[in-house]
């Protein structure tokens, strides 16, 4: 099995940056691709951000391209997302998930709140 536990999240004004931190514990290894997702009120989630454990290759949501980067620490089994330039739509509850294919992803998060004030 493997745990995910997210921190990070915050109340912060239009233009603020948060870092987002994902904990891995377990059997990481079972992960070659970490993501984050978000959820807002009343919307689906959607994927913002992926990255490849081994190759450190990543991906992003248009929407964020250009403003948040995903990164990963291997000594410490952490996956971080930085959000620069912060729109009150950012606002979320942001998951971070694992998996084997850019497609599945098998572990969660609970999830971790970002609020942005316009």
């Known amino acids: 099995q493997v745990q995910l536990v997210e921190s990070g999240g915050g109340l912060v004004q239009a233009g603020a940056s948060l870092r987002l931190s994902c904990a891995a514990s377990?059997?990481?290894?079972?992960?070659?691709?970490m993501g984050w997702f978000r959820q807002a009120p009343g919307k689906e989630r959607e994927f913002v951000a992926r990255?490849?454990?081994?190759?450190?290759?990543?991906y992003y949501a248009y929407s964020v391209k250009g403003r948040f980067t995903i990164s990963r620490d291997n000594a410490k089994n952490t996956v971080y997302l930085q959000m620069n330039s912060l729109k009150p739509e950012d606002t979320a509850v942001y998951y971070c998930?694992?998996?084997?294919?850019?497609?599945?992803?098998?572990?969660w998060g609970q999830g971790t709140q970002v609020t942005v004030s316009s």
């Open positions: 998930a694992g998996g084997n294919t850019p497609q599945v992803y098998v572990y």
């Open positions: 990255i490849n454990w081994d190759s450190g290759t990543t």
């Open positions: 377990g059997r990481t290894r079972r992960n070659a691709i």
